[in-house]
């Protein structure tokens, strides 16, 4: 259960603590790690055997996707995509963000039609950047297994040999800015979106 959390924006001081230790060496390095990629992390208070005798509430220290400014809503131009990097600029952190002119889940703006999908795709890893079709809103056709997939549906699989939807990139609008915030599901290559 989280009761509490507290969130340290990279480079913010910190107490030493037990994980500056060598025994801690492997969690203080990611800890770095993180904070050097310009991720965020938060502490979290989480309650261990919740509802028994030997319940207790320690910390947790997790990490927290970075928001990034990665276009301004007046320069889009229907059906011309952006590329970008996201959520790091590690390994397959090729993203691409575009406006779709029509409706679409996950859409931002006035017209809920400007989304962002990350650029590998899901089954073996195959390279979709320049690969966006306007007339069918999709991306595709992966050159490895042809699968190809809609944007305007979270990047669910329309044809192919994946089975997982493309990742898609979570934005904000604030003002004429669009800023990515998250993923929506697990990019190829990654067993955590925030460990390159
Ligand atoms: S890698 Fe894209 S369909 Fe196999």
Known sequence: MT???KTHEPGAPKAPSKKDSPA?????????FLL???LASATVIVTLNPGTSVAAKVPAEVATYPR???AKLSELKDDVPVEFEYPDKGEYAQSMLVKLGTEAGGGIGP??????FNSFCTHQGGDL??????ETKSMG????????????????L??????QSLPQVLLELDGDDIYAVGVFGLIYGRYDNLQG
């Open 68 to 70: 990034k400014k990665i």
């Open 3 to 5: 009761d509490q959390i």
């Open 24 to 32: 801690g060496k492997c969690l203080m390095s990611r800890r770095k």
């Open 158 to 163: 329309i044809s192919g040999q994946a089975y």
């Open 129 to 134: 950047a320049g690969s966006y079709k306007g």
């Open 111 to 116: 017209q809920k039609d400007v989304v962002a």
């Open 141 to 156: 056709a992966c050159p490895l297994h042809l699968s190809t997939y809609d944007l305007t549906r979270h990047g669910i």
């Open 36 to 38: 050097s990629s310009g």
